[in-house]
């Protein structure tokens, strides 16, 4: 037990040292229990759970979790009713976009209503320890922060109490003298007030850091690079215009001429505004982004756009060409409700077939889920 707390501990402090994304989670599930000791459960007894989880960095995390099992035997006619509660640690493992396998261990304090149905007796028992350890899965294939989960635990209990009869070297699982049983879940988490973690580039313009805890910063960095290549730009056509130009001999305009001739439009230079995976939702610091572009188009009523959305390269076509469709949409509506007029918007969908970034890092895909504002 102490070296699996040890393992727990340096587990942790890894992932802690590197990366760091705050989140809370509330979840629920099914359960499905058997005895493993020395009663023979039922293939079908059920329960529920219900849980919070905490997030402390990218791959670890707590939980508090509750559940209520009934378990039923067949060699002995035993029935428990079961109020299950315990804290684990979890640790995550990243090897895809969309699915997210775990480990975890833990332990828990439990309530045990007892029925031997053959010798029609009852008993409680309250406030016994297990030590829990459990594997599984998120799937993320519902979008907007929520998360199906499966998972199996095996719980080892601290006495030969618990299914009410007592047989020396029936521990379940691992063997020995203490009662146990095995767990399958399934079910689904929902995450709020979480911070979204982007894998550092391999391949970055020049000058960008590519040591970065989230991407936020690498977005910040991006963004103040474009504000001063505008900044240089903008002095500079002040110098142009600053300096004298001989005069030119006035020539003869016809008047048909001065009636079809107009001032020549400004150029103007839209910043692209970025989105969650699989979403509609801005990422950090985008929203921003989309009220100065408001600004922009507000103080010049005869600029009319187009919003183009994009994605990037994981998932089917069909879904990708929706996704950027959705995702102009909400621009547009977004400048549509803060005032501009729906007229002067139209949108554009290319899905993944106009990537800003190679596909290829975490990073690129994150630049390539964008809408840009272009001028008609």
Do not use: C
């Not at 020539?251 to 970025?274: C, G, I, L, R």
């Not at 982004?289 to 919003?307: H, K, Q, T, W």
């Amino acid at each position: 037990m102490k070296k699996l707390l040890l393992l727990v501990i340096a587990f942790s402090g890894f992932s802690l040292a590197q990366y760091h994304q705050d989140g809370w989670g509330v979840g629920f599930g099914i359960n499905s229990v058997r005895y493993t000791g020395d009663v023979v459960g039922e293939d079908l007894n059920f329960g529920a759970n219900v849980y919070i989880q905490r997030d402390l960095s990218r791959n670890a995390g707590f939980r508090m979790k509750v559940d209520y099992n009934k378990f039923t035997g067949t060699n002995f006619k035993v029935e428990t009713n079961h109020l299950n509660l315990s804290l684990g640690y979890i640790f995550r493992f990243y090897f895809s976009d969309y699915i997210t396998p775990y480990v975890g261990a833990g332990f828990s304090t439990m309530y045990a209503a007892k029925t031997n149905k053959t010798l029609n007796t009852e008993q409680k028992l309250f406030g016994e320890i297990s030590a829990d350890i459990f594997f599984g899965a998120y799937f993320d294939w519902l979008g907007d922060n929520w998360l199906l989960k499966g998972e199996f635990s095996q719980h080892t209990i601290s006495t030969d109490k618990f299914d009410y009869v007592s047989i020396p070297g029936n521990g379940g699982l691992f063997g020995g003298g203490l009662d146990s049983y095995i767990q399958f879940e399934g079910g689904v988490i929902y995450f709020w007030e979480s911070t979204p973690y982007v894998a550092a580039a391999k391949a970055l313009p020049s000058g960008v850091r590519t040591k970065m805890r989230d991407f936020e910063p690498e977005l910040d960095a991006l963004q103040k690079k474009l504000d001063k290549a505008m900044t240089e730009l903008a002095s500079l056509q002040a110098r142009l215009k600053d300096k004298p130009v001989p005069p030119k001999e006035p020539k003869a305009v016809d008047p048909v001429v001065k009636e079809v001739v107009k001032e020549a439009p400004k150029a103007f230079t839209f910043k692209p505004v970025y989105f969650m995976v699989n979403t509609t939702n801005l990422v950090p610091g985008s929203e921003k982004v989309l009220n100065e572009n408001f600004d922009l188009l507000n103080a010049n009523p005869s600029v009319n756009v187009v919003a183009e959305g994009h994605t990037d390269a994981s998932g089917p076509m069909e879904l990708n060409k929706k996704l950027s469709a959705d995702r102009a949409q909400f621009v547009k509506d977004y400048l549509v409700k803060k005032g501009i007029k729906a007229d002067r918007i139209s949108t554009a969908s290319f899905g993944p077939d106009k990537p800003a970034m190679e596909n290829s890092t975490d990073a690129g895909r994150q630049l390539n889920r964008r809408v840009e504002l272009k001028t008609k």
